[in-house]
């Protein structure tokens, strides 16, 4: 497998058909990938997978039932292209709310399709509306920490990389932000631009 980007930038299926024919680039430049979820079909894959990307983004993970689905149907498409089967490898977004690491449902052993699992944090808000993901003083709340570390402990548990959310900051507050989430165990984060994505790349490559 080739080596994951530090920094991930996601796109929407409808607008990765917009610019399909554009070159996607090797992933090792903190490529911006096609987000998919449970309910895409064959057709879907298909044509992310005629445009060359060699990851997708897979939305709303829940537990190895959801990459599993993937994958079959992925494995469907790559043979109506004529690609070997397996090439196209799934980076799980989730909001954290995951079954424990070693249990049946859980994401461990469902695909070698599995490249990462990427912390969502906004589908968390989503999930938990009434919810403050922060305190005072920057640091997560309870129930945010929480699934947090559940990927965390799911990514490690599966033999995977561990991706932080994206976050509003920039210039050294982010630099900063980013070495405490390398200490933490993540192995990179989503950019929201460019910027972002050059201070990501430099700071989880430290050391």
């Not at 058909?17 to 064959?42: L, N």
């Not at 922060?134 to 799911?154: D, I, M, P, S, Y």
């Not at 920039?170 to 984060?189: A, K, M, P, V, W």
């Amino acid at each position: 497998m080739k080596t994951l980007p530090r920094a991930l930038f996601f796109m929407p299926l409808a607008a990765r058909a917009a610019t399909a024919s554009r070159d996607p680039g090797p992933i090792e430049t903190g490529h911006t990938f096609p987000i998919v979820d449970s309910e895409s079909t064959v057709e879907d894959l298909r044509t992310i997978l005629a445009a060359g990307t060699p990851v997708i983004g897979l939305a709303g993970c829940r537990n190895g039932a959801d990459i599993q689905r993937v994958a079959t149907l992925l494995s469907v498409a790559e043979a109506q292209l004529e690609h070997a089967d397996g090439t196209t490898l799934i980076l799980a977004l989730t909001n954290g709310i995951l079954p424990a690491p070693i249990a049946p449902d859980s994401l461990s052993g469902k695909s070698a399709r599995l490249a990462a699992l990427v912390w969502d944090r906004f589908a968390l808000e989503n999930a938990l509306p009434t919810a403050t993901p922060h305190t005072e003083n920057g640091e997560c709340t309870v129930a945010f920490a929480a699934a947090r570390g559940a990927v965390l402990l799911t990514a490690a548990a599966a033999g995977v990389p561990a991706y932080d959310c994206a976050i509003d900051l920039e210039g050294g507050t982010l630099q900063r932000n980013c070495e405490i989430s390398q200490d933490e165990g993540f192995y990179g984060r989503v950019a929201h631009n460019a910027a972002q994505a050059a201070i990501i790349e430099a700071t989880y490559h430290r050391g």
